[in-house]
C-alpha cells in the first residue's frame, strides 16, 4: 500500500510538493499562521509527517516549509519532530510487513548472510547513525533497512531524531531565509549542505560514527 501511494504521489503530487507552489502560496501561508499558530504548526506536522510515511515527494519541500513558517527554531524542532514520527510509521510498517520475518531468516540462516546479520548487530547504534548522517544516504533507505534487520524500535527513533537534527537543520535555516530569496525572484540554494563549511562538520560526524565500527573490525582481525 505505501510503494502504491509513494507511486501515485510522484505522479499526482509532484507539481503541488514544490518550491514553485510554495513561492505561490506565500502570503497566505503566512496569513494563516499568524492567524492561527497553534493549527498552523499541527496542520504542519501532520501533512510532514505523511509525506514521509508513505514516502511521498516533497520532503525538501517540506523542510524549507518549516523554517520559512516558523524560523530556524523552533522550526527546526517541528521538523525534526515530524520527521521522526513519519519515519518510525514507515518502519513499524516495513517491519510487521517483511521485516519480522525477513530478520527471522537472516538469523536462521548461514553463511555470509548470517554473519552480515551479526554484524550488523554488533555495531547497530554505529550503523543507525551513520546511514542518518550520510547524505548521499536517501531517507526512506534508512527507514526500510532497519526495519528488515531487526533494530529495536526504541533505538530506531532515538537515532533517527539525533541523526537528522545536522541536515535538518542545515535546510531549516536555508527555509527560514526564503523571504529575501522570494523577493528578489531567485530559488534557494540546496547544495548548501555539499559545501564546505557544512559538508565538513557532518562528515566529522559520520567518522565519529563509523570509528568504532573500524575499531571492531581491526580488534576482531588482531584478536584482540
Same mark, same amino acid.
Given at each position: 500500500? !505505501?510503494?502504491?501511494? =509513494? ?5 499526482? @503530487?509532484?507539481? %503541488? @510538493?514544490?518550491?514553485?507552489? @510554495?513561492?505561490?502560496? /506565500? ?14 504548526? @499541527? ?5 510532514? !509527517? ?9 520532503? &525538501?519541500? *517540506? ?9 530556524? #527554531?523552533?522550526?527546526?524542532? #517541528?521538523?525534526?519532530? =515530524? =520527521?521522526?514520527?513519519?519515519? &518510525?510509521?514507515?518502519?513499524?510498517? =516495513?517491519? %510487521?510487513?517483511?521485516?519480522? /520475518? ?17 554484524? !550488523?548487530?554488533?555495531?547497530? %547504534?554505529?550503523?543507525?547513525?551513520? +546511514? ?7 531517507? #526512506? ?12 524500535? %526504541?533505538?530506531?527513533?532515538?537515532? &533517527?531524531?539525533?541523526?537528522? !537534527?545536522?541536515? &535538518?537543520? $542545515? ?20 547544495? +548548501?549542505?555539499?559545501?564546505?563549511? $557544512? ?10 560514527? *563509523?570509528?568504532? +565500527?573500524?575499531?571492531?573490525?581491526? /580488534? ?5
Amino acid at each position: 500500500m !505505501i510503494a502504491v501511494v =509513494a507511486v501515485l504521489g510522484a505522479v499526482l @503530487l509532484r507539481d %503541488w @510538493l514544490s518550491f514553485e507552489t @510554495l513561492a505561490q502560496n /506565500r502570503t497566505r501561508l503566512l496569513e494563516f499562521r499568524d492567524a492561527n499558530y497553534l493549527a498552523c504548526v @499541527l496542520v504542519f506536522m501532520a501533512a510532514y !509527517i505523511a509525506v514521509v510515511a508513505f514516502s511521498l515527494p516533497g520532503g &525538501t519541500i *517540506a523542510t524549507l516549509t518549516g523554517g520559512f513558517l516558523f524560523s530556524t #527554531f523552533p522550526g527546526v524542532v #517541528f521538523n525534526v519532530t =515530524a =520527521a521522526t514520527i513519519g519515519a &518510525t510509521a514507515i518502519f513499524l510498517a =516495513a517491519r %510487521w510487513g517483511l521485516g519480522d /520475518r525477513l530478520a527471522r531468516r537472516m538469523e536462521a540462516g548461514d553463511g555470509l548472510i548470517r554473519r552480515i546479520k551479526a554484524g !550488523i548487530d554488533e555495531s547497530q %547504534w554505529e550503523m543507525l547513525f551513520l +546511514i542518518r548522517l550520510v547524505p548521499a544516504v536517501p531517507f #526512506f533507505v534508512a527507514n526500510l533497512v532497519p526495519a528488515f534487520v531487526a533494530v529495536p524500535l %526504541w533505538r530506531f527513533v532515538v537515532t &533517527t531524531f539525533l541523526g537528522i !537534527i545536522p541536515g &535538518t537543520l $542545515v535546510f531549516t535555516s536555508v527555509g527560514a531565509g526564503l523571504g529575501a530569496v522570494f523577493a528578489s525572484g531567485g530559488r534557494p540554494d540546496l547544495g +548548501i549542505i555539499f559545501e564546505p563549511r $557544512v559538508l565538513l562538520p557532518i562528515l566529522g560526524l559520520c567518522v565519529l560514527a *563509523a570509528l568504532p +565500527i573500524l575499531l571492531k573490525a581491526l /580488534r576482531g582481525r588482531k584478536g584482540l
